[in-house]
């Protein structure tokens, strides 16, 4: 059975806008939008995007996360250009995004931000406070460079020096990230069942979009997962005293945030000698190297749990320069 994060708060949040009568529901985005009242305006976006998105209740915390900081940006960019919320100046969406991309912002992050901005009016039009759509024809340009040039993967030099310095926990972290390619929300999200050594799988029961898939492990993937098992896993000695976080014994990680994670992460990186550049190059490096050995974007895109081959191709995956010349040696 696969278990299913509480989201009682975040639902009784959204009925109290939904158990509004239309009438009050439009008198309270309206003063809200007169009243620059970011907390108000944040919560209507946050009912509607539980209530209409496409994901609804199961969109994951993290972009409402990201959606709430840039609706509360686009405000403040709003109240210092005298910007009228519910009918806004055809011009000011785009000013918007120059403004942002003239301040150094990455046009990926400004398409973030758009969007956002895109999710407020859609709740405000949602409660009829305004028939603005002001964001629908703006246009953010792509960024030419791609993701893995931006934010190359680990080198392997550099994950063997992380690893002399990492204990059994962030080790087996480390390698679920950089052979079996998982998202950190992937890691933290295991169970001690997803894991089997045996037959070396492990089952990712929360993948992005929430879909599942069966991911192969390495050799030193497996040999990694049998010893922290046995330090930590059911049964063992270790695995009482291993949770003071008090997170349910099922779960293979101590720590359910990737806040946490990224703290251990960082003090054994700082021990290597080693800059510490997120969690992504850990998975371009799986992406990587094994793009390398099987020359196959599916393939590739399949063990990283990607959609689109177009998504590892641009942003997780590249082939040495050189990769051609054992091919074109004899032309």
């Known amino acids: 059975m696969t278990l ?34 970011a907390d108000t305006l944040v919560s209507l ?42 009918r806004p100046d055809r011009h000011a969406p785009q000013r918007y995004v120059q403004a942002m991309l003239a301040a150094g912002r990455k046009p990926a992050g400004v398409q973030l931000k758009v969007a956002a901005a895109g999710a407020l009016y859609r709740a405000l039009r949602w409660a009829g406070a305004t028939e603005a759509d002001p964001f629908r024809d703006v246009r953010v340009p792509r960024d030419p460079t791609s993701g893995i040039e931006k934010r190359p993967p680990y080198t392997e030099d550099e994950l063997v020096e992380v690893l002399e310095h990492a204990d059994p926990h962030t080790t087996f972290l480390i390698f679920l990230m950089a052979h079996a390619g998982l998202r950190i929300s992937e890691a933290l999200a295991l169970t001690w069942d997803d894991i089997d050594e045996v037959s070396r799988r492990i089952h990712v029961t929360s993948g992005k979009g929430r879909k599942a898939r ?20 059911p049964g063992a000695p270790e695995h009482a005293r291993y949770r003071p976080s008090g997170r349910a014994p099922q779960y293979v990680f101590r720590y359910a945030t990737q806040q946490a994670a990224r703290y251990h992460l960082i003090r054994v990186f700082t021990a290597a000698g080693v800059p510490f550049r997120g969690f992504h190059p850990g998975r371009k ?35 040495a320069a050189d990769d051609l010349k054992d091919d074109l040696a004899g032309w």
């Open 4 to 37: 299913v994060p509480y989201q009682g708060d975040r639902l009784a949040q959204a009925d109290i806008w939904l158990g509004l009568h239309d009438d009050e529901l439009r008198r309270r985005a309206v003063t809200a939008a007169r009243d620059r009242d």
């Open 214 to 233: 069966r991911v192969t492990m390495s050799v030193r993937l497996a040999r990694a997962a049998r010893h922290f098992r046995a330090l930590y896993g």
């Open 45 to 86: 976006s946050l009912a509607y995007l539980t209530q209409h998105a496409a994901s609804g209740i199961l969109t994951s915390p993290r972009t409402l996360e990201a959606y709430a900081l840039g609706i509360r940006q686009f405000l403040v960019y709003a109240d210092t250009q005298a910007v009228a919320l519910l």
């Open 285 to 319: 490096y799986a992406g990587t190297r094994l793009l390398q050995q099987v020359k196959d974007f599916g393939r590739v895109a399949a063990h990283l749990g990607h959609a689109s081959v177009d998504t590892t191709r641009r942003g997780y995956a590249r082939l």
